[in-house]
């Protein structure tokens, strides 16, 4: 059996310990196997870029963070976009998994690369998907593999702002990645003891958050410390399209700078922004992780040998099993306002800058 296998889009910690996980079950369970890795992610089997592998490439990589396949960004929209030769990106796949003589693609990725997964399964490759992402937005999956990675680098980034904050007597902006979703913002402000707690599902009103900070200070302290997500919006531009967006903040992508601005100004305190940016994606993956994606990668192996194509590993209620690909394909994962994260933040006095307060916990 010709496996082929690549790693897609952002990359995170973990892909390692999931390419070695399924690469030891399937040479350990399934007999006659080759692995043919495939370079930068949908890129090389694009442009047909593949090396055959060895089983002693898949040791020593349990904790390195990366990928040692290479990942690349290709656009979804992009994928039946016909070139001069009236070819598609699409049929280039189609024709180089013929070529490599794959029996099977194994694609680990987040969200996009699921999409790409599904069109190809549609278009009659045996696919196999495998949810990573710092941002923990695929749909039908409790957990995706990186996310609590991420988790515990931007907790240690705002615990370590904290104290100089503290210091200073200043409120601080620390911008965490998610620029679609909030769950990376969510769970390392809680665990880092975050007063409010900007996400792009829960729009804010700036005065809220100046309420919320002068609040505090009238209160006796003198520090606020504010995790937004990069895709934080106010009320006002959650009713502009994208491209408003962009324009009203006068060339920054996020919100950050400009609320702090705001802040500084209206609350009369003195802020600082911190973007710790891709150190969040960086380095090795937690124990955590390394244990979800073995349990992930070995999973997408079992997968393999009951050949269950079309599909997509997910965890679900602390229970491994997947997804249809067709049933998750295109649809995103956002944290919902009845979250009990969300609940047991507001339950303890975390304000999401939309003044509501807590209602009661699930
Ligand atoms: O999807 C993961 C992610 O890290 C997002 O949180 C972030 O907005 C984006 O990727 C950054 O992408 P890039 O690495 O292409 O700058």
Known sequence: MRIGILTSGGDCPGLNAVIRGFAKYVYNQIPRVEMIGISDGYGGLINGEAKMLKES??????????????????????MTV?????????????????????????????????????????AGLNVIGIPKTIDNDIFGTDVTFGFHTAVDIATECIDRIHTTAASHGRTMLIEIMGNKVGWLTLYSGIAGGADIVLIPEIPYDPDEVVRTVRHRITSGKAF???????????????????????????????????????????????????????????????????????EMGSFAGKLVQ?????????????????????????????????????????????????????????
């Open 82 to 122: 016909e070139d001069q030769n009236g070819e598609s990106k699409l049929d280039l796949m189609k024709k180089n998994y013929k070529k490599l003589d794959l029996d099977l693609l194994v694609t680990l990725g987040g969200a996009g690369t699921h999409k790409t997964a599904g069109l190809l399964s549609a």
């Open 306 to 362: 009951d050949g269950n194509f079309g599909t997509t590993v997910a965890m679900r209620n602390n229970q491994i099993t997947y997804n249809k690909l067709a049933d998750i394909a295109g649809k995103t994962k956002f944290v919902p306002e009845d979250d009990q994260m969300i609940a047991v933040a507001r339950s303890i006095g975390i304000s999401f800058g939309d003044g509501k307060k807590f209602k009661e916990i699930r």
């Open 224 to 294: 606020n410390i504010i995790a937004i997500a990069e895709g934080a919006m106010s009320q006002q531009e959650s009713k502009m399209k994208k491209t408003e967006r962009l324009q009203a903040r006068g060339g920054d992508a996020t919100a950050t700078n400009q609320l702090a601005k705001y802040i500084s100004e209206n609350a009369e305190v003195e802020t600082r922004v911190v973007v710790p940016g891709h150190l969040q994606r960086g380095g090795s993956p937690s124990p955590y992780d390394r244990l979800l994606s073995t």
């Open 57 to 78: 490439d898949f040791s020593g990589i349990l904790n390195v963070g990366g990928t040692i396949l290479g990942t690349s960004r290709q656009p979804f929209k992009m």
